[in-house]
């Protein structure tokens, strides 16, 4: 697994559950204090397992490079907005204070945070399926969030966002 830590946290409020986070390259795994080393390093395993489980194959990493951001838009614009959106370029941008990327769709270009160089490769698949619609659609208008629908995890990843959003003190919205 990718993490190069594990930080385990022990609460007395905790009585049953186990749950774990990412936190950049550290698995967070929160448990209850009750719990015995062996239990411990189970729910350790446990959960590394279900969050590599649950993350999909990723491009090389969200750490990748405008060309590979460019292909990917040209892949998820095929898949979920029927080849119609096709960006003249896509590139990484230093950290928006607002946003997580941004278009303009009179000269096709779309431009990502790299605040979202380390989410799931899920999360930047809505950013760029949301930003490749504006290309369609500029206003956040019902046709605009049909096509953007189009992209299953899009609650989902607006949820995400949202959270850690929050939780880095950002003020960025998810649905900009």
Known sequence: MAE???????????????????????????????LSKAEEAHWVAEMQRKLLKGEPRKLPSTKQSDETLLRRCAELSAKHLRGLAMPKSV???????????????????????????????????YVL???????????????????????????????????LSAAAGLGVVAED
């Open 4 to 34: 190069s830590r594990v930080e385990v946290r022990r609460s007395k409020r905790r009585t049953r559950t186990v749950t774990a986070y990412r936190d950049g390259d550290t698995l967070v795994v929160l448990i209850p204090a009750r």
């Open 91 to 125: 590139r990484w941008v230093p950290p928006m204070r607002t946003r997580w990327a941004s278009c303009t769709p009179g000269d096709g270009t779309i431009r990502v945070s790299e605040h979202l160089r380390s989410v799931p490769g899920w999360v930047l698949d």
């Open 129 to 163: 399926v949301h930003e490749l619609a504006h290309l369609l659609v500029p206003a956040h208008n019902a046709k605009f969030w049909e096509l953007v629908r189009e992209y299953p995890r899009t609650e989902r990843a607006i949820g995400y966002l949202e959270g």
